[in-house]
């Protein structure tokens, strides 16, 4: 899915990439639609792409390219700008809004749906990044119900869903298998705390102990390269999940917070089923990918229970 032209950052210097605060399919209310792009307040914000304003509204600019749509939020149109003016590459659109400091651009594929501007090809695309995602520590917990549904923001950093621990060393029944999992960008915000970004996609499976290539039995596999549907979030994030951008905001004052935990349910949108697996030692293999393609996987060790 390359973007289809030649095409520039929406703020200067325009053929730099620049910094971004917060990526796609990351927790906000709930899903983050687009990136959002550092940039002063007042500061001017120019076409990623040439094409057709298509839509204008006192914060948003829309415009539409030969194959994408590409929506720019946070931003005072130009005075001069009216539905149906042709812009080129470059072209002023507008002005970011006072205490936002960022430009949020969202990219929408008539085939696709809302995607990931980031992506290789993509018109924003960076290719210094190319950190690899981290991955935490797997836990285990038994499933009874149906996955909770903990707040995104702030309250969320403590939220407690009660659920029963399990070892991972005894998995039995259905178990929730749990991993926190980000990406860190190489390239850093210049005037606020970089929080990571989600990744763009996983696999995750149980594997033979001296083979972690060889899966037994279902793998489990999420792309993130399309926005998340709202009603399945919670079969895929799992309690822990929030992402706190207080301390971007300078009216609420320095001493807010800022934070970001992903966490991720990798034993599936049901949990991760041991009834027919044979008792004994395996591994639990995670697997990431980043929006630039760089991989990291992560085994441990687990026993089903006889």
């Known amino acids: 899915m390359p973007f289809p032209a030649e095409s520039a950052w929406p703020v ?3 053929e730099t990439p620049a910094p971004v605060r917060g990526s796609f399919n990351e927790p906000r209310g709930p899903i983050h639609q687009g990136v959002d792009v ?3 307040d007042e500061a001017p914000v120019y076409s990623i792409a040439a094409g057709i304003v298509s839509g204008l509204r006192p914060w948003k600019v829309r415009v539409k390219t030969k194959s994408t749509t590409l929506a720019y939020w946070h931003i005072a149109p130009a005075a001069s700008l009216a539905v149906g003016d042709a812009v080129e590459r470059g072209e002023l659109l507008g002005f970011v809004r006072g205490n936002y400091d960022h430009v ?11 995607v990931d501007p980031r992506r290789p090809g993509g018109p924003l695309h960076d290719p210094l990044n190319t950190e690899p995602p981290r991955i935490g520590a797997l836990s285990a917990y038994r499933v009874r119900h149906a996955f909770a549904q903990p707040p995104l923001g702030l309250a969320g950093r403590d939220f407690d869903d009660a659920a029963e621990p399990l070892a991972l060393d005894a998995l039995d029944g259905v178990a929730d298998l749990r991993a926190e999992i980000d990406v860190m960008p190489v390239r850093r915000l210049a005037r606020s705390v970089q929080l990571p970004g989600a990744p763009a996609a996983i696999r995750a499976w149980l594997a033979a102990p001296d083979a972690p290539e060889r899966a037994v039995g279902p793998v489990f596999s999420w792309s993130g390269a399309r926005l998340i549907e709202s009603r399945r979030v919670w079969r895929l994030w ?8 207080l ?4 009216t609420r004052g320095p001493a807010e917070p800022c934070g970001f935990r992903l966490v991720f349910h990798v034993g599936g949108p049901g949990g991760f089923d041991t009834n027919g697996i044979p008792a004994g030692s395996y ?3 995670v697997e990431a990918v980043s929006i630039n393609d760089v991989r990291a996987l992560r ?3 687990v026993t089903i229970a006889g």
């Open 247 to 250: 301390c971007y905001f300078d």
């Open 38 to 40: 550092e940039a002063l």
């Open 283 to 285: 591994q639990y293999c």
């Open 104 to 114: 949020h651009v969202t990219e929408q594929v008539p085939a696709c749906g809302i």
């Open 299 to 301: 085994c441990t060790p």
């Open 238 to 245: 799992a309690p822990g999940t929030y992402r706190s951008s």
């Open 12 to 14: 200067a210097p325009t």
